[in-house]
């Protein structure tokens, strides 16, 4: 004997039957089938942004790449000058000090003329990876709302020290050429010249702590946290080396190929 079951709609838990619309919930709201919202909270053009900002970040590594490989070869040219003229003073056998800081003048106003050569190239990199911050803040707030502001940290505090080292490097022949040749007391100027490079040297000190705090919860967090959103252990290593010395030669790479990569992951918008 075989048995039949007549099929009764009100067996469906959680479903009402209706003919214009069979999957409709009990709540009144209907499924559909097609292409979904995204969700609450989600910006439209998502994607978008986060290539935009990939590619900032892209920018920042050619950047600091070149400002790297630029550094140290405007410092060898410097320093190559600074040895010649070192070797040529042609001093008196018993230079004053006003001598000694005219020879020297020269020398140091080289050194000066390092710092912005670097700083230039360096403040554009950083410039681009606080907007990329910032885009990546716009699409997952929790992880870069803080490294793009610490980035702002690190601009200030590199503008500070550069402004602080220079005056340094300026004064050191004008304190040497006054300074005292005899038991007497220092000149006025020598006091004058004394007091500016303290002040230098303090805003110099400010700038650098806040420097290196800027790179480390700007640079290094923001770069990890890149890292970890497109998990890229490429990125994450770059970020580890942007601050240990020698290694900070490769850091630039491995951020433009791991963001390059985690670029081209994500689907193109349509």
Known sequence: MRLYRTFNPKWWTGLDYHESNPLKYDSGQSLHMGAQTPPAGMPQGTSSQERSALTKVMWFGVLALVGLVGGWAVAFLIFGTVFVSAT??????????AQVGAALGPLFQNFSLLIPSILLIGLAGDVL????????AKVDKPKF??????????????VLLAGGLIPVFNDIPNII?????????????FFSAISTLIFSALIAVIGGVMALVGTIGGQIL???RVGSRYDSTIIKIGAIFVIIPLLNFVAPILILVGAAQARGSLSKPA
């Open 129 to 136: 990876l606080t907007i990329g911050f910032r885009d990546l």
């Open 145 to 158: 709302s803080l490294p793009w502001k610490f980035m702002i940290v690190l601009i200030i505090g590199l």
């Open 222 to 224: 923001g770069l990890w």
């Open 177 to 189: 050429a006054q300074a005292p040749t005899g038991p007497g007391a220092p000149s006025a100027a």
């Open 88 to 97: 040529n003073l042609n001093l008196p056998a018993n230079p004053t000090p």
